[in-house]
T-cell receptor, first 113, second 114 residues
């Protein structure tokens, strides 16, 4: 079955601290992986994506993610968070066809001043 | 930078009423999608649309739902007789091609059924 698991429902980190949000996926074909961010009441903004090649991908706002096929993981990282990073983060997986994207249940990130 | 746009941003309706949610995908995109997000839950796929027909739909997308691309720019989602449980944020997305192309999401329409 195709699924995405984000084991952390809510994470709080101090401003300036490093961040890692976990994501594991199950997908029968070659996965295309995404991280989206959603601010309260807002839409979904693409942070970064992995399709192939270098397993460490860089995104917007200083985020990066590493694809580890052996662990079926695609964890999101940021070396130093800012208060404006407080939001909901969704990991998602899709395929090579014009197929749907499957989302995880999200991780809510709070920033401690 | 081109964007997917959606109207209205908010809609309140009475149970049993019909609603039409509108989306304008990015102009050279060929694949169109609707997703929904019930408050506090994950984003769920509803339907994908290509070449003027539905290419895939989820079990959520029952006979109460329909999609249409009435002209060259709009992509609509109709809910014929709304239920309380249809209250959600509805996102439209579009993609230029199949393959490695990214889906771009609109800002969403928040639907409240009373």
């Amino acid at each position: 079955a195709q699924s995405v698991t984000q084991p952390d429902i809510h994470i709080t980190v101090s401003e300036g601290a490093s961040l890692e949000l976990r994501c594991n996926y199950s997908y029968g074909a070659t996965p295309y992986l995404f991280w989206y961010v959603q601010s309260p009441g807002q839409g979904l903004q693409l942070l970064l994506k992995y399709f192939s090649g270098d397993t460490l991908v860089q995104g917007i706002k200083g985020f990066e993610a590493e694809f580890k096929r052996s662990q079926s993981s695609f964890n999101l990282r940021k070396p130093s968070v800012h208060w404006s990073d407080a939001a909901e983060y969704f990991c998602a997986v899709g395929g090579s066809s014009a197929s749907k994207i499957i989302f995880g249940s999200g991780t809510r990130l709070s920033i401690r001043p | 930078e081109p964007e997917v746009t959606q109207t209205p941003s908010h809609q309140v309706t009475q149970m049993g009423q019909e609603v039409i949610l509108r989306c304008v995908p990015i102009s050279n995109h060929l694949y169109f999608y609707w997703y929904r997000q019930i408050l506090g839950q994950k984003v769920e796929f509803l339907v994908s649309f290509y070449n003027n027909e539905i290419s895939e739909k989820s079990e959520i997308f029952d006979d109460q739902f329909s999609v249409e691309r009435p002209d060259g720019s709009n992509f609509t989602l109709k809910i014929r007789s709304t239920k309380l449980e249809d209250s959600a944020m509805y996102f439209c997305a579009s993609r230029r091609l199949a393959g490695v192309e990214t889906q771009y999401f609109g800002p969403g329409t928040r639907l409240l059924v009373l």
